[in-house]
């Protein structure tokens, strides 16, 4: 397989919801990446976007996941930017 890399994605009851605009990121300090949908993306972060050198792979609870691309987002309660693995589907 060409993945990078494999990680186990499971639910947390701990999950934090952050508002950020109009838009509620899951924030889950044990999760191995930060997960967006294509769809999820503002036209400025779609224009960020950066393929991967090689597919990232994930088990998540609907099955085997991959992810070809990732981007930069800046969460203002953080004053940082984030990077997340962007997913065809994404599901809190």
Do not use: N
Not at 48 to 71: D, E, F, N, W
């Amino acid at each position: 397989s060409s993945d990078v890399c494999s990680s186990d994605l499971i639910p947390s009851s701990k999950w934090i919801p952050v508002r950020v605009g109009d838009r509620t990121f899951y924030l889950d300090s044990g999760a191995s990446y930060h997960l967006i949908a294509w769809s999820d993306l503002t036209k400025i972060e779609y224009g960020r976007v950066q393929m991967l050198p090689h597919r990232i792979g994930l088990k998540t609870a609907k099955g085997k996941a991959y992810s070809y691309a990732q981007v930069q987002i800046y969460l203002e309660m953080f004053d940082r930017y984030l990077t997340f693995l962007v997913l065809s589907d994404v599901h809190p």
